[in-house]
Every structure is written in C-alpha cells, then in structure tokens.
C-alpha cells in the first residue's frame, strides 16, 4: 500500500532578520527577490543567435546546494545580498526543511492517495481492511490507540 502523503523533498526555510536587514540597507522583500534571482534565474538580456533571438538569464550554479543537503544550507548562506552584498548568513537563518512533495485537494481539503496492487481476489475485505487503518489515522497523522 502507498500513499503520496509520505513523498517528501528537501527544501531550504531562510528566516530573514528584519533588523540585520535594515542595518544593510535592504529588506527582507528584496532579500527574497535577490535569492529567488539567484536560484531561478534573472533575464539578462538578449542575443541573435544564427540570426533567432535567444533571451540569456543569469543564475548562480546549479550544483549550489547539491546533494549535501546541509552543505548546500552553508553555501547558500554564503550567496551575497543586499547594498552591501553580505553573506545571507549574516542577516538570515538559512536551514534544510523536509516538506511534502504535494498537497492534493478535495473541496479546499487536504487529501491523500491511498493505492495498492492487492493478490487477493476480495477486493472487498481488502478495501474495509484499508478502511479501518484510514480510519485510526489523527489528523496530525498521529494514530488512535
């Protein structure tokens, strides 16, 4: 049985401090939207290519952060930002959080996908049996005792 509530990926939570960003003479909106250049890319402008216009963006390596999931939280902290282009590190807390991979919804609700490749021929028994795991299941994904 598989259900996609268990499909995390690895995403990195940066806590910008209001105050060390003001003391650099910049935001904490201006701080995301120089990370979020960096990571995803910037428009820098266009060339011809065999005569074809070909936009170029500029973003920081893609092997940044890595497979080292906490290395990468160290050399992202590393990215300069701000007027005075010091480390994010300096001015915010940059960690490695694991987050469900995808949310699925259901009249505004959070739902789950329940599946299975069932060898018993009663679909049935197989389904109340599901159901009645489902169904000691807490909401905080806690189980009843």
């Known amino acids: 049985m598989k259900s996609d509530l268990a499909a995390t990926s690895t995403q990195y939570n940066i806590d910008v401090d209001p105050n060390k960003a003001i003391l650099d003479g910049t935001s904490t909106a201006q701080v995301q939207s120089e990370v979020y250049a960096a990571l995803v890319g910037t428009k820098a402008g266009t060339v011809a290519l065999a005569g074809v216009a070909t936009d170029v963006y500029v973003q920081i390596d893609a ?3 890595g497979t080292d999931i906490a290395g990468g939280a160290e050399r992202l902290a590393q990215l300069p ?3 005075a282009k ?6 915010a807390t940059v960690k490695p959080v694991d987050n469900q ?11 789950a996908t329940i599946s ?21 299941l807490q909401a905080d994904g806690s189980w009843l005792a």
């Open 63 to 65: 092997n940044l952060t």
């Open 81 to 83: 930002v701000g007027v």
């Open 86 to 91: 010091m480390p994010l590190g300096s001015i």
């Open 101 to 111: 991979s995808r949310i699925s919804r259901v009249d505004q609700s959070p739902a």
């Open 116 to 136: 299975a490749d069932t060898t018993s021929k009663d679909t049935g028994g197989v389904s109340s049996e599901i159901q009645k795991v489902v169904n000691k």
